[in-house]
């Protein structure tokens, strides 16, 4: 098939190449593009399997490699097309985990040029007569190579019906070929295009290991890098081997401009991250209630060119991290004495509540500050937010104060710049004039003896308004009430009621009342309930109602004319 060839897909020059000033310089992401398994860091479970299945011969016909952009899909797939292809130095090798490098098989795909070895990138290749060439061409052997290989990179972006096109091919391919897939999006694939192809996912790669292999390509570069410039690029990375070295390589050539290696400051200042230092100063002043002094610091951060989104960032890091210090975590080797310092005293001295409150102030900040039509504004009132909350106590301490009768009361008092009361002529105060604040008034006294309800009527309404609604509505419905003499009464048999139902009627009355109630069942017949009772009282006024001359009158004039309520009827529910 014709597929147009992608500069990418050059692999680049040997780890090492030779100096000459008439080579076009190649950037650090391509010139340090793995050429073997054993420089593909941070993927050693995916290695040892596709070792195993080679030495066993347990070759899938498909494989899928998947993961975030830089981790070394592509690279991958680069490599078992040399790994299966490979035929050694002297020409006899099989397909193996190391291949040689040196063997024209090797070579030729190193330098993008094999035959049998044919990419495709499907963001530009995504129709059914583009897979329709791939399936034409893969009925014929390979011409020189041991396998024909077809690497698809992105190939979540191929049309339902190239997919579909594609299924028969791929689950029973001539065994002269290997598909080889790479995306980011996995979830975009059909399952049917999955489940025919065995899948490695490619991990992030950790920042200590980005930090030692940046530290190994800047000494292959002769340049003079400081670990925690290198792991600040590691960090900035976020797992993308491809993406850290692109920031390496534009923090190497900052520093030749300035003229000395690579800088923790200056890989700060190139990619608009706060100072540690700062960031420390600002966080001790936000612990201080220093309002004043932390807004003067987040603008004088703001001045030098650093982002709000930033600022933030880095005070969800360092609570973050003053949380890891206190629960035991094991310090970052990299990381400097002074912030490990810090991060120690700090948790020596919060507490939980105050480290898990600090983070949820500053993420609601970062939330905040991202969305805002004014960052620097938002970034400000996220910062006072987060000092005057630092001062409340936590609401297990807030209760202890409460109980122990220590919990401040918060007073309003006027402001210290404002002018004394003035009084007209007559001695009274105009009406703009403030009314002087109340002092604090006398506690009101707390009634603490029982409450006995008159009647068995009030008793249950005064349950009813306590909250027992269901315990109110069953007296209510089916108590007969034989006799009431606060504290106890007795409820008639003929209404039996569970022994649940005393049980929980006589907690909510001893809560309720603040006494203890005696509440008996006898054998006797009992007054009606009070349901029955309000039914019988409804019944006699509107018979008198209705026996009235007015009414008769009415009813006489309109016989479908009925009597639907009154004044004064209580409701039913």
Known sequence: ???????????????????????????????????TFSELIGQDAMVQTLGNAIKRDRLAHAFLMTGVRGVGKTSTARLIAKALNCIGPDGQGGPTIDPCGVCEPCRAIAEGRHIDVIEMDAASHTGVDDVREIIDASRYSAVTARFKIYIIDEVHMLSKNAFNALLKTLEEPPPHVKFLFATTEVNKVPVTVLSRCQRFDLRRISAEQLAKHFAWVSTEEGVVADPEALMLIARAAEGSARDGLSILDQAIAHAGLEGG????????????????????????????????????????????GVDPL?????????????????????????????????????????????????????????????????????????????????????????????????????????????????????GESP?????????????????????????FEALVDLLDESGGLAIAARLRHGARIVSYAPPEFALSGSRPVSADTLAELNALLKTVTRTPWKVSIVDAPGAPTLREAQDAADAAIQQAILESPIMKAAVAAFPDAKLESWPGQRSNA
């Not at 014709?2 to 010139?31: I, N």
């Not at 009406?431 to 008159?454: C, D, H, N, Q």
């Open 1 to 35: 098939m014709t597929t147009a060839m992608s500069d990418s897909f050059d692999l680049g020059e040997p780890l090492q190449p030779a100096k000459s000033p008439d080579v076009a310089y190649r950037v650090l992401a391509r010139k340090y593009r793995p050429q």
């Open 261 to 304: 290696g690579v800088t923790a400051a200056a890989v700060r200042q190139m990619l608009g991250l706060s100072d540690r230092g700062a960031v420390r100063d600002l966080l001790a002043l936000i612990l201080a209630g220093d309002g004043a002094g932390a807004l003067a610091s987040m603008r004088r951060q703001y001045d030098y």
């Open 310 to 426: 930033s600022v933030l960032r880095s005070l969800l890091e360092t609570v973050h991290g003053i949380t890891l210090t206190k629960v035991g975590t094991p310090a970052d080797a990299a990381q400097p004495m002074e912030e490990r310092a810090a991060r120690e005293e700090w948790a020596a001295s919060l507490g939980y509540p105050a480290l898990h409150r600090l983070w949820q102030l500053f993420l609601k900040g970062h939330d905040e500050v991202a969305k805002a039509a004014l960052p620097i504004e938002a970034a400000e009132m996220a910062l006072l937010r987060a000092i005057y909350a630092s001062t409340l106590p936590d609401p297990g301490e807030l209760a202890r104060q409460i109980a122990g009768g220590s919990a401040p009361v918060a007073t309003a008092s006027p402001p210290a710049s404002a002018p004394p009361t003035a009084q007209s002529p007559s």
């Open 431 to 455: 009406p703009w004039a403030a009314a002087p604040a109340p002092g604090p008034s006398a506690p009101k006294p707390v009634e603490t003896g029982p409450i006995l309800p008159p009647t």
